[in-house]
Every structure is written in C-alpha cells, then in structure tokens.
C-alpha cells in the first residue's frame, strides 16, 4: 500500500511539473487551479503513504518527506506569490526524489524494527521543512539570477514572460530565509533533546551536519536582515549556503555510505 | 427583418475621416434617433478613436443612406461618406461585432480597451437599441470575454508604450505606488507615463531643458517640476525614468547618475529610453541593479507579443464563428413567429372569404353552416401543421432564415431580406 500511494504521488506530481514545464515548450499554460490541484492531490497521498511508514528509518523515507515539503512549498509559492516557475525546480526535484526512495526502497529489510519516538519524528519533520526552506530560497535565487541576466541583457523570451518579476522573487528568497531559520533552529534544538533527553542514538555526523546548516543559514539570514542585503548579492549568498549544505552532506554521505541511515 | 452595420473604420478611414466621425457620448442619442427615424427598428452606435459604426435593425434596408447621409454631412458635403465605408448585413455583420468585441478587428491586435468600448456603446443606446440588439450586444461582450480567456489573443504587450508597462512589470512585483520621472516633453514619454499611469504609477516629477515647459506638463500630471540638472539627484529614489527629450546627443550619462544610483541600496531602477536618437549613454546599463530599455527593445517587446497573438487568431476566429450560429439561431426563432402569425392571418383571411362566399350561394341550415365552417377551419389547421412545424424545427436548429425568406417570398409576406 506505501509503495502504490507513493506511485500515485510520483504520477500526480510528474503530470504537476509537466504543467509547469508545458509553456516553456510553447504549449498553452494548463489553468491555474489545475497547476494546484494536481499537486495537492499528489501531497493528500504522499502524506498517507508516509504516515503509514514504520519504522521511519534510512534515506528513502527523509527523501520522500523533503519531497512532500518541497511540493508544499511550490503550492504556497504559487498560491501566495504567484511565482509557478518555482515548479520548474521544485517539481521535477520532487518527482525525482519520491522516484529515488521508491527505488531504494521505503522500508528496506535488516533495519531495526523499534520505531521512532514522536520527538524524534517531529525533530525530523522540522529539519526536513527547514532543509526545503533552505532549497526554496535557493531556488528563488537561482530564478532571480536568470530573471536578472535576462533583464541586463534586454533578451525577451521564454524567461522574460514566464518567470516573475525580480522583486517578487527578491521576496520570496527572503521569507523562506527568514522563516527557514527558526524551522532549522527548532529542528537542530529538538535534535538535541532526542539525544540528550530522550536517550536515542543520534550520531555525530548528523550533529556536524545540522550544526553546519544552522549557522550557514543563520549567516545568510543575517546578511539579508542586518546588513540588509537585497537582490543580487543576497542572492549568491543563498545559492553559496545551499551549496555548502549539500557539498559537506555529500561529503559525509561519502565518508559513511549506505541506504539505512540518513547520516 | 436584418441587421446590418454601417460605418467607418481604422481600416478604411484615414484618421481626418475618422476624427469627423467620432461622435461624443451626447451626440449618440440624436444621431441614433435620427437614423432610426428612417426605419430602422433598432440602433447602437459604437464610435471610437479607431471606428464610427451604427449597427441597425432594419427591416426595410432603408437606414444605411440615412447614415451615410448623416456623416457626410460631417464632412462638410465635399465627399461622400460611403467612400469611406462599409455596410454589412445578417450573419456578416453579426460576424463583425464579435470581431470587433474580441479585438480581432482592432488596430493593435487582441487589445482589451474595445470590451469596454462595446459595452459603453450597448449602455448609451439602450433605449434604442430593441430585443435583437440588445441580445447582439451582450452576446458580443461574452465572446470578447471568451476569446480572451480561452485564447492567447490579449497576452502580453502589443504596442511599445505597452511594452514599457510589461517590462517595468517584470521588475517590480506591484507597479501601484511606484514613482516616475519622466526627462523631456516627448509624445511618446507621455503615451508610456498615461499607460504606467492606469497602472497606478504615480509620476512625480517632470524635467525639461526648458523649465517652463516641465512646468506645464507638470501641471497637467500634478507633478514637480525641474530643470535637467535638477533631475540626476532624483535617480537616487524614483523607481522609473521615461526618457523622451529632442536632445541630438545622450543627456543621461554615467557621471550624471552613477552617485545617485550609488545611494539606492540595492533597489532596481528601469530606465525608459524612447527618445530617438538616445537619451540614455549604453553605459548606464552597466550601473548595478539599473535596466535600462530603448525605444527598440520595446518595439521588440510588442513585435513579440503580436507575433503570438497572430498564432491565436485561428482559435480565435472559431469561437466566432461558433457563437454567430449561436446567435443567428436564436435569432431565426426571433424572426419565425410574427412571418407564421401573419401567414395563419393571411390563410384565415381566404379561408373565412370563401366560406362566407359559399353559404350565400348555398341555402343550409344552421347545423350544415356550422358544419361547414368547421370543416373549413380543420382544412385550413391540416394544411398549415407541417409548414409550422417545420420552420419552427429549422428555426430552432439555426436553419430557419432560409426557409423563412422562402416563405415570405412564395406568400408575399411582410418586408423581405432580399440581401
């Protein structure tokens, strides 16, 4: 049943993106309540299909939950900032990822069978919702970088129409920078609570990871709200925070490999 | 029964003509009255910048000539307006008005300003306009809304004060409360600021080499007025600059704003070049978060947007045509039942003579008489069932004009629609 309501989200979501992509190929844009519709029919059964999900252990199950988020996060972009091109990351990303678990596998055989506490869960999901804040600024960075050369250059295509405006996407960065901060803080404080309160075991990879994130993020949050950075400059320092998270994350994927443990 | 338009377009009209023609809000009632004074049962005048058209039921064909009589005269009697014209009549010109409504006939094409035109025209002739035109018109703003939702016709920006708005648009996330400064008294900085305007830019400053003329147009958009050398510290906190002066060399340079710009903290500012030759030094351009436009990237802009809006007039020209059935359908229904009324009133009439003839020839009894006139009046519903039947079927399936003109034609019926 998990397999088949992620097979069902993995559908909705790839007919979700190819919405998005269509105008791009020159095809007529699908009507806006199809391109939020689609999306959150998928989310209403990826969320069954994860809250069924025990033991919530590995890499699979984390990459379907940041898949889940990141298909929330372009819904609300497109719900609140009208900013669709957002989907044209988003989407295939979030295809690609509930693809990816269902082929490692969901609930892979050799793992042990005691299931998770609520605390640690919710230390997951917010580190999770945080990490996908962290994707969105990046990915509002990245649009607004494309959207900027486009404009500097006096080019008026697919981008010029498709994408928003510099400022919506200026903004959009800047609230999932804000909000995001304080998702990773809660998440990395609750990450210290399971290990030091609640006895689970939480290993030091994890740790350095989570530590890098937040004081990363906690550095672009601080240029944009302190040194008041805008535009350009803060986007680069969103796609350089984004770059490290991934890179050091990699790194010590690489340095402790397998599928059974996120970190 | 028909409907016709007559009038003058952007098209066939220079604009001299057209000007001539343009027939102000209270000038609509006195002309329709007297076009409908010839005949015409209905009338709604749509007079634009781009067209003057009277669209008529007219029954007797006999308004056409009163219009053009009526703006000949509006050209001082040296020329004939109908040079100018053209009249359209039945599915044709029903065909036209949904042209027009959906921007199809329009000078820049798929324009949206035409929807409301329509509707303001249909709102002054009112009480003149009848049952089959006021169904015209509001049909005709349902299909403009139609082609414009279900096609690509009125998408992005099709002329280049237009394409100023969208290009500032792509910048800022609300054009709202933004400020302006226009440099120079150009036509066409004015067409931009009244375009960014009814966005609800607000332009704030005007500046010119002359300070009297900033000043007058300043007047007229309640702005501040400057002198050119006033203007380069303002680049430092407005959002927009329409350059539009008649200087023969660049008067916005780099050493004349780089400080200002410098003091912006990051914010975009566009920079609208429509002067010809350039206001605006290229490397302006190079200054951070500053984009700069000339009048031909606008134009390219606009080149665009019509290049796509063509791709749709297929689409659109469909659901035109789709809807003028619709109409013409209804309307035949419309158009059945005075003709069968006074078909059954014409055989009543026959039918009542030759009874009436007969029993004086005849001496019967009161009972036979009685017999008679029902035999009579059975004959006459026997004959004229399956007629009626069949031209109300026709009728309702949009198929019925042909079989009505046939009808009026073969029982010299009414006026006929001979065209």
């Known amino acids: 049943m998990i397999p088949v309501l992620h097979l069902i989200a993995l559908g909705l979501y790839a007919v979700g993106t190819a919405f998005v992509l269509a105008p791009f190929a020159g095809l007529r844009a699908a009507p806006r309540a199809l391109t939020l519709a689609v999306p959150l029919l998928g989310m209403g059964a990826h969320v069954i299909g994860l809250a069924r999900l025990t033991p919530f252990v590995g890499v699979a199950p984390t990459l379907s939950m940041l898949a889940l988020f990141l298909v929330l996060l372009q819904v609300a972009s497109e719900g609140l900032f009208r900013a669709s091109a957002v989907g044209v990351f988003t989407g295939p990303l979030a295809t690609g990822l509930v693809g990816l678990a269902l082929l490692i596998g969901l609930t892979p055989e050799g793992l042990p069978s005691t299931a998770r506490g609520p605390w640690s869960i919710l230390h997951i999901t917010v580190s999770v919702l945080g990490l996908a804040m962290l994707a969105l600024a990046f990915i509002a960075a990245a649009l607004y970088l494309l959207q900027f050369r486009e404009l500097k250059a006096r080019r008026f295509g697919q981008v010029f129409r498709l994408f928003p405006p510099l400022e919506r996407l200026d903004q959009l960065n800047h609230l999932s920078l804000v909000l995001g901060f304080p998702t990773v803080t809660l998440g990395v404080l609750l990450g210290f609570g399971v290990r030091y309160a609640g006895g689970a075991s939480v290993d030091a990879a994890q740790v350095v990871w989570g530590m890098l994130t937040w004081l990363v993020l906690g550095w672009a949050v601080g240029v944009r709200v302190v040194r008041h950075w805008a535009g350009r400059r803060a986007a680069f320092a969103s796609i350089a925070t984004f770059a490290a998270v991934l890179l050091v994350y990699v790194a010590l994927k690489l340095a402790a490999p397998g599928t059974q443990r996120f970190l | 029964m028909s409907i016709t338009v007559v009038g003058v377009n952007h098209r066939t009209a220079p604009l001299d003509v057209r000007e001539r023609f343009a027939h102000g809000p209270r000038e609509i009632p006195a002309s329709l009255e007297r076009v409908l004074a010839a005949g015409a049962r209905g009338g709604v005048l749509l007079s634009t910048c781009n067209r003057t058209e009277f669209y008529l039921n007219d029954p007797d064909d006999s308004a056409p000539e009163a219009v053009w009589t009526l703006l000949s005269e509006r050209l001082g009697g040296a020329r004939r307006a109908s040079e100018y014209g053209y009249t359209q009549r039945d599915r044709e010109a029903v065909r036209h008005l949904y042209r027009v409504s959906a921007g199809l006939d329009s000078m820049i094409l798929g324009e949206t300003q035409i929807q409301g035109q329509v509707r303001d025209a249909w709102e002054l002739s009112k009480a003149q306009a009848g049952p089959a035109l006021h169904r015209l018109f509001q049909s005709a703003l349902l299909v403009g809304a139609r082609v414009r939702s279900e096609t690509g016709l009125a998408a992005g920006a099709a002329s280049a004060p237009s394409a100023a708005v969208a290009v500032a648009a792509k910048i800022f996330t609300h054009l709202a409360g933004r400020s302006a400064l226009i440099l120079g008294a150009g036509d066409m900085a004015e067409l931009a600021a009244t375009c960014l305007a009814s966005e609800g830019v607000r332009v704030t400053l005007v500046a010119n080499r002359t300070y009297e003329r900033a000043k007058a147009i300043a007047e007229e958009l309640r702005a501040r007025a400057l002198t050119l050398d006033e203007a380069w510290d303002h680049f430092a906190d407005t959002d927009i600059v329409l350059c539009s002066t008649a200087a023969p060399h660049a008067v916005v340079t780099w050493d004349r704003v780089a400080p200002a710009v410098a003091r912006r903290g990051g914010r975009p500012l566009c920079i609208l070049d429509l002067a010809v030759p350039r206001d605006v030094d290229p ?137």
Do not use: C
């Open chain 2, 283 to 419: 490397a302006v351009a190079q200054l951070e978060n500053v984009f700069l436009y000339d009048i031909d990237d606008l134009q390219a802009v606009a080149a665009q947007a019509a290049v796509q809006r063509r791709g749709d007039i297929p689409a659109a020209e469909h659901i035109v045509s789709e809807e003028v059935e619709r109409f013409w359908a209804w309307y035949g229904g419309l158009a059945v039942v005075p003709v069968l009324k006074e078909l059954r009133d014409q055989m009543e009439r026959v039918r009542a003579d030759e009874v009436a003839r007969a029993l004086h020839r005849m001496h019967l009894s009161p009972e036979d008489r009685a017999q008679l006139e029902h035999f009579s009046q059975a004959l006459l519903n026997k004959f004229l069932h399956q007629p009626t039947v069949a031209l109300k079927e026709a009728a309702g399936a949009g198929r019925g004009y042909g079989l009505l003109e046939a009808l009026k034609r073969l029982f010299g019926l009414g006026p006929r629609d001979d065209a």
